[in-house]
């Protein structure tokens, strides 16, 4: 009975889990693009430290000025990102709340008409046991 009990009130304060495992399920794709993104900022720069030293020449001011400006761009992507993931999971937040609400306007409504129906009966045999 408690572990009933339990799941209703998990429902009732918008904790359901499968919802909360799908906002959750967003964090790995955001994750995982910025490792890539990362990774790939890392190759470039090997690759172009890898032929500077093969020239023996010093790195050439213009291209690290391109890498630093494709970082940031590729910084500017990822915060917009995050800042869409932080949006989506603020109206999934706004979403559970008022299922929440909904759930427990529906269970007081449950309730009192329960509770009616109980007070009906005993007072439909009080009068059919007095007859």
Do not use: C, Y
Not at 8 to 31: A, C, F, H, K
Not at 66 to 91: D, P
């Amino acid at each position: 009975m408690s572990g009933k009990l339990d799941k209703l009130r998990q429902r009732i304060m918008g904790l359901d889990p499968n919802t909360i495992g799908t906002v959750l399920s967003l964090l790995p794709t955001i994750l995982e693009q910025a490792n890539k993104t990362i990774d790939k900022f890392k190759n470039r720069k090997k690759a172009g430290t890898d032929a500077a030293r093969a020239e023996g020449a010093a790195p050439d001011l213009n291209t690290q000025s391109a890498r630093i400006a494709e970082l940031e761009a590729a910084i500017l992507q990822q915060a917009e990102s995050v800042k869409l993931l932080a949006e989506q999971h603020a109206i999934t937040i706004d979403a559970l709340r008022d299922e929440a609400a909904r759930l427990e306007r529906r269970l007081k409504r449950m309730t009192w008409l329960a509770a009616i129906g109980f007070v009906l009966a005993i007072a439909a045999l009080i009068v059919a046991t007095q007859h």
